[in-house]
C-alpha cells in the first residue's frame, strides 16, 4: 500500500459512556438513554487522558448520552453539535436486539438489510462523509475529511459504527 500523505491524521475518536441499551445490545439512536454510574466514570476518566490537549474541535452528536459524555470528559473546547454524527435512524428496530429482530428476518444484519421504517444501509454514511465539512476546502468528500484531520488536533465523540465509518474515512485518505 502506498501513503498518500506524509501529514500525520489528528483526530481522537470517543465512544459514548456506558448505557443500559449498550449493556443489554439493544439498538439505539433516536432514544434518549441516560449514561449507567459505569458511563459517567468512564466518561470522567476520559478527563484524565484528554484534558490538557488543545482541541480544535470537539464534534459532538446532539443526543443525550454522547453529549453528556462530552460535559464529564470536562474538555477545554465546547463541542460543536453535529447531526450528521447521529448513527443511523433504527426504525423499527429501535430498542431491540439484533437477537429479536432476527426472529422476524433469521439472517438479518444491520449493514446489509437497513432498518424497516428507518435508514437503509448505507444512508447513513452518506450522511456522515460530509459532516461539518463547510470549513475544509478543496473539492470531494474523502479529499475534505482528510484535510479537516490533519489539522491537529480533533475530538469526535458518538456512537460506534459511526466511528467505525470514520475510521474506514480515515484509512481511505491514509492508504491507497
Same mark, same amino acid.
Given at each position: 500500500?502506498?501513503?498518500?500523505?506524509?501529514?500525520?491524521?489528528?483526530?481522537?475518536?470517543?465512544?459514548?459512556?456506558?448505557?443500559?441499551?449498550?449493556?443489554?445490545?439493544?439498538?439505539?439512536?433516536?432514544?434518549?438513554?441516560? &449514561?449507567?454510574?459505569?458511563?459517567?466514570?468512564?466518561?470522567?476518566?476520559?478527563? =484524565?487522558?484528554?484534558?490538557?490537549?488543545?482541541?480544535?474541535?470537539?464534534?459532538?452528536?446532539?443526543?443525550? %448520552? =454522547? @453529549?453528556?459524555? /462530552?460535559?464529564?470528559?470536562? @474538555?477545554?473546547? $465546547?463541542?460543536?453539535?453535529?447531526?450528521?454524527?447521529?448513527?443511523?435512524?433504527?426504525?423499527? /428496530?429501535?430498542?431491540?436486539?439484533?437477537?429479536?429482530?432476527?426472529? $422476524?428476518?433469521?439472517?438479518?444484519?444491520?449493514?446489509?438489510?437497513?432498518?424497516?421504517?428507518?435508514?437503509?444501509?448505507?444512508?447513513?454514511?452518506?450522511?456522515?462523509?460530509?459532516?461539518?465539512?463547510?470549513?475544509?476546502?478543496?473539492?470531494?468528500?474523502?479529499?475534505?475529511?482528510?484535510?479537516? &484531520?490533519?489539522?491537529?488536533?480533533? &475530538?469526535?465523540?458518538? %456512537?460506534?459504527?459511526? @466511528?467505525?465509518?470514520?475510521?474506514?474515512?480515515?484509512?481511505?485518505?491514509?492508504?491507497?
Amino acid at each position: 500500500m502506498k501513503r498518500q500523505s506524509s501529514s500525520p491524521l489528528h483526530v481522537y475518536l470517543v465512544r459514548h459512556g456506558e448505557t443500559e441499551w449498550s449493556i443489554t445490545g439493544q439498538h439505539t439512536e433516536r432514544t434518549a438513554i441516560p &449514561l449507567t454510574a459505569d458511563g459517567e466514570s468512564e466518561a470522567r476518566w476520559l478527563s =484524565t487522558r484528554l484534558r490538557d490537549i488543545p482541541f480544535m474541535h470537539v464534534l459532538n452528536n446532539p443526543l443525550r %448520552h =454522547t @453529549l453528556h459524555t /462530552c460535559k464529564l470528559a470536562d @474538555l477545554a473546547c $465546547a463541542p460543536e453539535i453535529t447531526p450528521e454524527l447521529l448513527e443511523w435512524d433504527y426504525g423499527d /428496530c429501535e430498542g431491540k436486539r439484533s437477537t429479536e429482530i432476527r426472529e $422476524a428476518v433469521p439472517d438479518w444484519n444491520v449493514y446489509r438489510n437497513g432498518c424497516p421504517h428507518g435508514e437503509m444501509s448505507g444512508d447513513a454514511f452518506r450522511s456522515i462523509v460530509p459532516m461539518s465539512l463547510h470549513r475544509c476546502s478543496g473539492s470531494g468528500a474523502y479529499k475534505q475529511f482528510s484535510a479537516y &484531520l490533519t489539522v491537529p488536533p480533533n &475530538l469526535v465523540v458518538t %456512537h460506534y459504527p459511526v @466511528l467505525g465509518e470514520l475510521l474506514i474515512i480515515a484509512k481511505i485518505r491514509t492508504f491507497t
